[in-house]
């Protein structure tokens, strides 16, 4: 249902842009979303889409921005002024009526 990509090695202070291909269109979900786990700890929400609002985790504000491609099936997460502290894989989730699915995560990693 969601194959995630994007990710990589990246110093603080830089960018990379998370994509996630979806097999349906991005209206078809409730709400999408982006996760992230770093070693060691338990998966935490980063931001979601719906179709009206964007929410974001308060660690990520005014650095991320989550969007969506409805034409091409594709959420995406960009990620600016990177931190050490957003190492982590990072998984994309959608949810269908009481479904939700989950991508494989890409891993993140920044260096100091």
């Known amino acids: 249902q969601l194959q995630a990509s994007g990710g990589g090695l990246v110093q603080a202070g830089g960018s990379l842009r998370l994509s996630c291909a979806a097999s349906?269109?991005?209206?078809?979900?409730?709400?999408m979303g982006w996760y992230r786990q770093a070693p060691g700890k338990q998966r935490e929400f980063v931001a979601s889409l719906t179709e009206s609002s964007t929410n974001y985790a308060d660690s990520v504000k005014g650095r991320f921005t989550i969007s969506g491609d409805n034409a091409k099936n594709m959420l995406y997460l960009q990620m600016d002024n990177l931190k050490p502290e957003d190492t982590g894989v990072y998984y994309c989730?959608?949810?269908?009526?009481?479904?939700?699915?989950w991508g494989q995560g890409t891993q993140v990693t920044v260096s100091s």
């Open positions: 349906r269109t991005i209206s078809s979900y409730n709400v």
């Open positions: 989730k959608a949810n269908r009526g009481s479904t939700g699915y």
